[in-house]
C-alpha cells in the first residue's frame, strides 16, 4: 500500500487561510499579507507595515463623514419654524407662572421680616422693661426721624436696615438706594412705657405693612407671634 503523504503544517495553513478569506498571498515578495478594511474596500498591506497609498484616502474618508453628519442634522425650514413657535408659546405660558412664584417669593419674605421684627422687639421688652418709645414728629422730618429711631433701637438685636424693607414695595417704589435715605415699610403700635401694656391684647397688632401691595390685604404680626392679612382679620376678627 502506498502512504499517503500528508502535507506540510505551512501549506495547509496557507490553502485554509485563503479559502477563508483572512490573508492573501503577494506575489512580489512571497510573503503572507493581511487585508486592510476600509470601508467596504480593502487594500494589502505587509504583515508589520500598511501600504502607502490605502483605498479610499485619508481625505476622502473625512469628507465622507462631514457629509453624513451634516445630512444627519439637516432640518428643513418648516421644522425650524415649528420649534420657534413651540419655544415662542412656553415663554408667554412661563411669564405668569414666573410672576405668582415671584409674588409668593416676596410674600414669603415679608412674613419672615415681620416675624424678626416680633422675636427681636420681645427681646426689646424684656430688657429694657417697656415698649420702645419712640415718636412720630408732626415735621417735614418726623418719618425719617421715626424709621430711623426704630432702626437703632432694634439693631443690637440683629435687626438690619433690610429687615425694615418689604421687596414688593422696593420694586414699585423703582428699587431706590436706600444707602442715604432710611425707611420702614413697617408701621409699630405706640404702647405706652408699662412692662405688660404690649401683651394685654392678644388680637392687637405689633406691626402691619404701610399698604396692601400682596393682594389680601396689609400683613400684620399679633402680640402672640402669629401672621396674618387684614382681609382674613376682617373676616373672622377673634380667630385671625
Known sequence: MRAQRIPSPRRSALSASKFAGKR?????????ALFVFRRNRCGFADSNKVLAHPWPPPQFQVQHRLRRLSSNFA????????VLGIVAILVVISFPISAQLRARAQRVQCSANLRNLYIATELFVQQNGSWPQIGDNDDEDGPVDFGNGWIAALKPFGISEKTWICPTVQNLLGNPDLTQNARVDYVATPFDDKPTTPHEWPTQPWFA????????????VFTDGSISDLNTVLKNPSGK
Open 209 to 220: 405693612e404701610v399698604g396692601s401691595v400682596h393682594g389680601h390685604g396689609n400683613l400684620i
Open 24 to 32: 492573501c498571498w503577494n506575489l512580489k515578495t512571497t510573503q503572507p
Open 75 to 82: 432640518f428643513t425650514l418648516l421644522e425650524l419654524l415649528v
